[in-house]
């Protein structure tokens, strides 16, 4: 069993920055890739950034890439969002989920983290 933990939401201004954490605890947090899921009200969940067990590939949505970065620490059983120049288009309850060594689609996600909350607002 992989337990989840989002942390890092909130209100941030457009154009600001956020970092998002995910932290894993249970068996072989090394052996699951772990993707960043966004849900805004009244639209279906999306993927937003994926990054593969090995932290070698990592895949993100056209409508972020260049302003969101997805990282993992191995030892602290952490994945990270960064979150750069946000839009209000941002503005979404943000979930990470895992998935054994590669990352596919949301089918794929075996575990889930409770969400957290980001808006982007002035």
């Known amino acids: 069993q992989l337990q989840l933990v989002e942390s890092g939401g909130g209100l941030v201004q457009p154009g600001g920055s956020l970092r998002l954490s995910c932290a894993a605890s249970?068996?072989?947090?090394?052996?699951?890739?772990i993707g960043w899921f966004r849900q805004a009200p009244g639209k279906e969940r999306e993927g937003v950034s994926c990054?593969?067990?090995?932290?070698?590939?990592?895949n993100s949505a056209d409508s972020v890439k260049g302003r969101f970065t997805i990282s993992r620490d191995i030892r602290k059983k952490t994945v990270y969002l960064q979150m750069n120049s946000l839009k209000s288009e941002d503005t979404a309850v943000y979930f990470c989920?895992?998935?054994?060594?590669?990352?596919?689609?949301?089918?794929?996600?075996?575990?889930w983290g409770q969400g957290t909350q980001v808006t982007v607002s002035s």
């Open positions: 989920a895992a998935a054994t060594f590669d990352c596919g689609g949301i089918g794929r996600m075996r575990y």
């Open positions: 249970g068996i072989r947090f090394d052996n699951y890739a």
């Open positions: 990054i593969s067990s090995s932290g070698d590939i990592t």
